[in-house]
């Protein structure tokens, strides 16, 4: 059990120092989303809700999709690693060659909650105005963290079973467009109709519609456990699947 922590902490500080190292993708995480809230509160919120509210409403779908950005740069680090010949000078070591991933996931969580919290700045900065209460704040930032954890496992299951980082990245990219496809921006009852059926009942809209309502100290409903069922049945999914695609690969 020591050897696996000493090991653990050893992969993770690697991979936080690569993340230091990236400045640029870190940076790219971070002002893609702040753009877009400026983008949408701006620009297209006049038009789509008057008023000045519309910062209220997009803000939980922009913290989402900071985490999501965030998150997907794991898939192409763990198919550089699995392909680069790492991995397998990591096994001839006697150590927990696993650990890696863990080291990945980490810290990508520790790097995207900092990014979220500059995120959730910013939009303080430009009339973000939240009701929540102390309970509800930490409610609401353990929710986006179990959200990272679980898109994080997710992206790394990617990038696991990749055959390159380019494509890694490729197939990463696609979860990517999950957030347009919900609550995010607009009301779903405000899609064509043969989209809203999708976009009520896929994964980020739960999640964002509690992190919403909590953030405006509003009743969440059954949103609450709806969102912590898809989150720790996809987390549940992702980290078996990154294990036996790690097992395969282990074989190859």
């Not at 973000?128 to 679980?150: D, N, R």
């Not at 989209?195 to 009743?219: C, D, K, W, Y």
Request: charged share 10%.
């Amino acid at each position: 059990m020591r050897t696996l922590l000493t090991t653990n902490t050893v992969f993770i500080g690697r991979s936080l120092r690569h993340s230091i190292r990236n400045v640029e993708s870190l940076m790219m995480a971070i002002m893609l989303p702040v753009f877009l809230m400026l983008l949408f509160t701006y620009v297209f919120g006049g038009a789509i809700a008057s008023g000045g509210d519309y910062v209220n409403y997009v803000v939980p779908g922009i913290i989402l999709l900071c985490a999501g950005f965030g998150a997907s740069s794991v898939a192409v680090d763990i198919a550089t690693d699995m392909t680069n010949g790492i991995i397998d000078r990591f096994r001839t070591m006697p150590i927990q060659a696993t650990s890696v991933i863990t080291g990945h996931v980490v810290a990508s969580l520790v790097r995207n909650l900092v990014a979220t919290g500059i995120v959730i700045g910013v939009a303080l900065l430009v009339g973000f105005e939240p009701s929540a209460s102390l309970a509800e704040w930490l409610l609401a930032l353990g929710l986006v963290a179990l959200f990272i954890l679980t898109f994080t496992w997710l992206f790394a299951a990617i990038g696991l079973v990749t055959g390159s980082p380019s494509a890694a990245s490729g197939y990463g990219f696609v979860l990517l467009f999950l957030p347009y496809l919900s609550s995010a921006f607009v009301p779903t009852n405000t899609m064509p109709s043969w989209l809203q059926g999708f976009a009520s009942h896929q994964p980020i809209t739960p999640v964002i519609e509690t992190i919403r309502a909590l953030l405006a100290g509003a009743p969440v409903g059954d949103h609450g456990w709806k969102a912590l069922l898809w989150c720790g049945g996809i987390l549940l999914a992702a980290i078996v699947w990154g294990a036996i695609a790690f097992a395969r690969k282990s074989k190859e």
